[in-house]
């Protein structure tokens, strides 16, 4: 009985050793579970507060660049409007010499005007003297016509003959005869007397118009020849006044041409490209660099890229062939180690290459925006103003810009060319 109950008793804390035991091992368990968790978490507050502290310095760091881009680009707008305005100045003070280049070439137009009224003046006496001296000519003709048909005729021979020698046979019919052909005879000379009376006489008043005509002509070339002079000394002050505007819109214009001059730029290639050019990236040299250094350096690097990447290209298709034949050659490891190197390579030049690209975009861009300025000031030069007179004039008859006002302007000359 004694045995039985140690027995009982033994099992009892045989029990309660395994109870204490499986006990201690649960809370070890979790106490590490829970230390897990609180590392866990801790890490993850770490994370959220490397995070947070990440986030606040992109964000500080985005703030900065949006806060330096928006100086940057109020500087650049007070810069273009600084510009805009000095340009503005100095056309506002072109404009009234271009008002008096504008009013004087009427005056050149008057003085042409005048010029050209007498030489058709000119013109339409020098037919009515044409005219006259054919009609004289036709004159003398007829009247050479008659002198030949009077002594072909023989009238004056017949009377002389009649008059001194008597008829052999003589009664009525012949004197009746004789007495028709007298009066005939007679007739017919007055005829012919009267007839060259009236043509000498017509002669005569054509001699004396032509003569008047003549005078009339020699008074109008000695007015013309005033007249030319005055004219001359007009075209030669509008050219002076031509030339000066030309050379004011000019410098007008060269501004607008060189508002990027000198400027530094965000794009590498840009200052790379404008680095070297004389005047700093005028709108002449900007065109220029555009089709030689900025097409030769965009076509380098599109071959330089077209070159790295067949080599990628081809050493990515021995690798992948070896992966999908499960057969690897002796070189696998420097064939893959190629591609790679290959793919860094092309995806570095295809950077420079977008790079490139891009600067090229802004110098098409720029050219535009240039472009457009010299565009909105075209009106303001010289040749605009003559280029409508001209148009206005000739819708009359052709008009002859330079004989008007001595000068050609770059429409009239291109005109001439293509015609030529």
């Not at 103003?385 to 291109?414: H, P, V, Y």
């Amino acid at each position: 009985m004694l045995l039985i109950a140690l027995g009982v008793v033994g099992l009892v804390a045989a029990g309660c050793g395994a109870k204490y035991v499986a006990q201690s091992w649960a809370s070890s368990k979790l106490e590490q579970e829970e230390a897990h968790t609180q590392s866990l978490l801790r890490k993850l507050d770490r994370a959220k507060a490397d995070a947070n502290e990440k986030l606040q310095d992109k964000k500080s760091e985005y703030s900065r660049r949006i806060k330096a881009h928006q100086e940057r680009r109020n500087e650049q707008l007070k810069a273009h409007i600084d510009f805009m305005n000095e340009q503005l100045q100095i056309t506002a003070g072109y404009l009234p010499e271009l008002n008096q280049f504008q009013s004087f070439t009427f005056t050149c137009v008057d003085s042409w005007m005048h010029v050209d009224l007498c030489q058709q003046e000119i013109d339409i006496i020098s037919q009515k003297i044409s005219a006259v001296v054919t009609t004289i000519g036709l004159i003398d003709a007829y009247i050479s016509e008659l002198n030949k048909l009077s002594q072909r005729q023989g009238r004056q021979a017949w009377r002389k003959l009649t008059a001194t020698r008597e008829l052999t046979v003589t009664n009525d019919f012949v004197k009746e005869t004789k007495d028709r052909i007298d009066r005939t005879s007679k007739s017919n000379h007055d005829e012919f007397k009267n007839e060259f009376k009236r043509l000498q006489s017509h002669r005569n008043a054509l001699n004396k118009e032509v003569s008047n005509l003549h005078t009339e002509r020699a008074d109008l070339v000695r007015r013309k020849k005033i007249l030319d002079k005055q004219h001359i000394a007009n075209k030669k002050a509008l050219a002076e006044k031509y030339k000066s505007r030309v050379e004011h819109w000019g410098k007008i214009a060269k501004k607008f041409e060189a508002y990027y001059a000198f400027e530094v730029s965000e794009l590498k290639y840009i200052n790379e490209w404008m680095g070297s050019l004389s005047e700093g990236g005028t709108l002449p040299e900007i065109i220029k660099v555009i089709g030689t250094t900025v097409k030769e350096s965009v076509q380098s690097a599109r071959e330089n890229h077209r070159g790295i990447e067949n080599e990628r290209k081809r050493y990515a298709s021995i690798v992948k062939k070896a992966h999908d034949t499960n057969d690897y050659p002796d070189t696998f490891a420097s064939d893959k180690a190629q591609r790679d190197r290959f793919k860094r390579e092309a995806d570095s030049v295809w950077k420079d290459l977008q790079e490139r690209i891009n600067a090229r975009s802004l110098l098409y861009a720029r050219c535009d925006e240039l472009r457009g300025y010299i565009t909105r000031i075209k009106p303001l030069h010289p040749d605009a103003a003559m280029d409508a007179m001209c148009e206005m004039l000739n819708s009359d008859r052709e008009f002859n810009a330079w004989l008007a006002f001595g000068i050609n302007t770059s429409k009239q000359k291109r005109e001439h060319w293509e015609k030529d």
